[in-house]
C-alpha cells in the first residue's frame, strides 16, 4: 500500500472539510472544534518532520504550538504536510526512529508512513462528520487500520493502562474484505491472532464502520436499527477494551 499518497490525501480532504468552519465543534471528537482539530494534526506533523530524520529512537523534543489564526494555521499546516511527505520519501524506511509503542512494534521509519496514513483517514472522517454525514472510508486502508490498532496500538495502550478496561476474549470479523482476529484481554496483556474462532464477544461488519468503532466513533452497540453494517454479538462490554485509548 502507498502510505504517503494514503496520507496526502486524507490530509487534503481534512484540510478541506475543516475550512469550511475552523469554529464548527468535531462531536466525535468531545471539546474539539475543527481549529484544535487542525492544530493538533499540524503539531503532529512538525514532530515527526522534526524527529524521523534524526536516525535515533531517542524521544523528540516537544515542537511549538501551531498558530491560532486561521490563515497562518491553515499555511502552517500545508507546509507540514508537505514537508512530512519529503521526509516520508526520503528516509530509509529501516532507519531507526522513535515510536510510542516500543516493544511492540519495530522501532524504525517505517512505522510512521502507515501510522500517519491511519491517523489522517479517521481525522478527516471527523472534520467531515463536523458537517454531516461522512463519506465512507477507503476499504482496503480502514481494514489496515483494524490490523494496526488490535495488533500494535491497543497492545502498546493496554501494557501503559491508557486503553479501557476489559477482560476476556473478542473475535472481529471483516465482512468486506478478508481479516479476522481473536483479541485475548488480560490484565495488562493483549494475545492477538488472526484466526476464525468464537470469542466472549464479536464485532462484525465492513472495515470502515469496524474501525470508526474500534476508535470509539462509532457505538457498535447503539440500539435501533443501523446502516452501517455493524453486528454485536455476545458480551458488548468487552469491546470497549479494544480501544486503544
Given at each position: 500500500m502507498d502510505y504517503p499518497a494514503q496520507f496526502e490525501a486524507h490530509a487534503d480532504a481534512l484540510l478541506a472539510a475543516?475550512?469550511?468552519?475552523?469554529?464548527?465543534?468535531v462531536p466525535s471528537c468531545p471539546g474539539w472544534d475543527c481549529r484544535r482539530l487542525v492544530s493538533h494534526v499540524a503539531r503532529l506533523l512538525a514532530s515527526t518532520v522534526r524527529h524521523l530524520p534524526r536516525g535515533t529512537t531517542d524521544p523528540p523534543e516537544l515542537v511549538p504550538r501551531?498558530?491560532?489564526?486561521?490563515?497562518?494555521?491553515?499555511?502552517?499546516?500545508?507546509?507540514?504536510?508537505?514537508?512530512?511527505?519529503?521526509?516520508?520519501?526520503?528516509?530509509?524506511?529501516?532507519?531507526?526512529?522513535?515510536t510510542f509503542v516500543a516493544g511492540f512494534a519495530p522501532e524504525v521509519a517505517g512505522f510512521w508512513p502507515r501510522r500517519l496514513a491511519n491517523e489522517f483517514q479517521v481525522h478527516a472522517w471527523d472534520?467531515?462528520?463536523?458537517?454531516?454525514?461522512p463519506?465512507?472510508?477507503?476499504p482496503q486502508l480502514a481494514a489496515d487500520g483494524v490490523d494496526e490498532v488490535l495488533t500494535v496500538l491497543l497492545p502498546a495502550a493496554r501494557a501503559a493502562g491508557i486503553s479501557p478496561p476489559g477482560e476476556g476474549t473478542a473475535h472481529v470479523h471483516l465482512t468486506d474484505l478478508p481479516g479476522e482476529w481473536l483479541v485475548r484481554l488480560n490484565g495488562p496483556a493483549v494475545t492477538v491472532t488472526p484466526e476464525h474462532a468464537k470469542g466472549d464477544a464479536a464485532l462484525r461488519g465492513p472495515a470502515g464502520p469496524v474501525l470508526l468503532a474500534l476508535w470509539g466513533r462509532l457505538?457498535?452497540?447503539?440500539?435501533?436499527?443501523?446502516?452501517?453494517?455493524?453486528?454485536?454479538?455476545?458480551d458488548a462490554a468487552i469491546l470497549a477494551g479494544l480501544r486503544p485509548g
Open positions: 475543516a475550512s469550511r468552519d475552523l469554529d464548527a465543534p501551531p498558530p491560532a489564526e486561521a490563515g497562518e494555521l491553515t499555511a502552517y499546516y500545508r507546509r507540514m504536510v508537505t514537508e512530512t511527505l519529503t521526509v516520508l520519501r526520503d528516509v530509509d524506511p529501516g532507519a531507526p526512529a522513535w472534520a467531515a462528520a463536523a458537517f454531516g454525514a463519506p465512507e472510508l477507503v457505538d457498535p452497540a447503539a440500539p435501533g436499527p443501523r446502516g452501517d453494517g455493524l453486528a454485536v454479538h455476545g
